[in-house]
């Protein structure tokens, strides 16, 4: 997370700031996430100020092949960093902070109950089923089913079995190609439309769901986003889009809480706190909670000189 020496990105919302960030400082977010100083699989945010006269701050989430709209994990990880490192001001054992992000602002609540952040539950933005059961013709794969939502992001969700694929560590490297074909076959399908904001509308990932290795646990996912980039945790806005899928088919009732596996087994909890509309579609304003740990502090050099220093993927 960024929270010192960048520079001013101008936008009156944060899809503006995410376009002007996309057009003049994309060389910035390379030179971050991709190597020496990041990895294929690296992610990261531009914390600035806020856009909203209720928020608190904003954020820009960065991948190794551009600029999120959304991120769960990110959010608890930010509502973590800026309380415990006394950037805003914690408020109590309870504190609520709200955050800019381009999919919309995102109310986070820390709970404090002796002095550093324990956890962190976030309310989305509303989120909703775009296209159930749709059926895409995949190269390699054959025919490929699929639920379309969004939950800050667009994503395609997949069975995971229905391609005899497992979601573990050591079947990374399947879920990768599989995912990047499928999401190319999407894409491919026809265009994807956000009903309220055109700078939404578009493929981010595809997440593969299957079993809980924990009986008491609802289910595991994994998402495959940006350029075959892996999700280490449970994806925050893609537990979303699962709510809102499980919500539409009567899976989820109101208040009823599940725990979504990541792939590495940590969890997040997941509930439908209420339902809405987005420009008449149904839709539900899902709450996502889990936990996030501060690692450490840098302070990283840009040498104009150094001509690997834009960065480089070797995968």
Request: net charge negative; with cysteine; proline share 7%.
């Amino acid at each position: 997370m960024v929270v010192e020496g960048l520079p001013d990105i101008h936008g009156a919302t944060m899809i503006e700031r995410r376009r002007f960030a996309e057009t003049h400082f994309d060389d910035l977010r390379r030179s971050l996430m991709w190597e020496p100083r990041g990895h294929a699989d690296m992610y990261g945010a531009f914390v600035g100020p806020p856009v909203e006269p209720s928020s608190d701050l904003s954020v820009l989430f960065i991948h190794n092949d551009g600029f999120s709209t959304m991120c769960g994990h990110g959010i608890i990880a930010l509502t973590k960093v800026v309380l415990d490192t006394g950037m805003l001001p914690a408020e109590g054992p309870e504190t609520v902070i709200r955050i800019d992000t381009p999919a919309g602002q995102i109310e986070a609540t820390a709970q404090i109950p002796a002095g550093f952040v324990q956890s962190v539950s976030f309310r989305n933005v509303a989120s909703f089923v775009a296209a159930p059961d749709q059926n895409v013709d995949v190269p390699g794969l054959g025919m490929v089913r699929y639920d379309l939502a969004f939950g800050g992001a667009f994503y395609a969700y997949v069975e995971a079995a229905d391609l005899g694929l497992s979601i573990d560590p050591s079947s990374t490297p399947r879920l990768i190609e599989a995912g990047r074909a499928i999401k190319q076959a999407v894409v491919d399908s026809g265009p994807i439309v956000h009903p309220m904001e055109p700078g939404l509308g578009f493929l981010y990932g595809v997440i593969f769901v299957g079993l809980a290795q924990d009986p008491e646990h609802h289910s595991r996912n994994v998402c495959i986003f940006a350029d075959g980039e892996v999700d280490r945790s449970p994806t925050g806005t893609g537990v979303s889009g699962r709510l809102a899928i499980h919500h539409a088919r009567g899976d989820v009732a109101i208040d009823e809480s599940i725990t979504v596996e990541s792939i590495l087994g940590s969890t997040f909890a997941g509930r439908v706190v209420e339902t809405t509309d987005v420009g008449g579609v149904p839709a539900v304003i899902p709450e996502v909670s889990g936990t996030a740990y501060i690692t450490g502090r840098s302070e990283l050099w840009l040498d104009p000189a150094d001509v690997f220093g834009g960065g480089f993927l070797v995968r």
